[in-house]
């Protein structure tokens, strides 16, 4: 069974940090670009950052630049989004996805990602 699970979200104070993972199964996500989304109440989901299959290149959001970053870890089969410096604005509940393309993961829409994690809450609060 193909299958994207999130986890490691949780409550964090402003300032703080945080490591979400992106387990696969049922396939090899080596093979695949990965991209974590978030989406907060109200709002449209939004890339936050990938990385590519076809170079292994990472990509961020402005706004997560400089604080998070992104890394694979192909033994564990898993992606990994290390969040540090950590704002109120970055409370969403965050997604793994995955889709299987050669071209670098900036030029990926969103819609392209055919595999979908349940997502993970993450709240940043004093």
């Known amino acids: 069974q193909v299958q994207l699970v999130e986890s490691g979200g949780g409550l964090v104070q402003p300032g703080g940090s945080l490591r979400l993972s992106c387990a696969a199964s049922?396939?090899?996500?080596?093979?695949?670009?990965i991209g974590w989304f978030r989406q907060a109440p109200g709002k449209e989901r939004e890339g936050v950052s990938c990385?590519?299959?076809?170079?292994?290149?990472?990509a961020y959001a402005d706004s997560v630049k400089g604080r998070f970053t992104i890394s694979r870890d192909n033994a564990k089969n898993t992606v990994y989004l290390q969040m540090n410096s950590l704002k109120p604005e970055d409370t969403a509940v965050y997604y793994c996805a995955a889709v299987r393309s050669g071209y670098s993961c900036l030029a990926i829409p969103t819609s392209a990602y055919f595999y979908w994690g349940q997502g993970t809450q993450v709240t940043v609060s004093s």
């Open positions: 049922g396939f090899i996500l080596d093979y695949y670009t």
């Open positions: 990385i590519s299959r076809q170079d292994g290149r990472p």
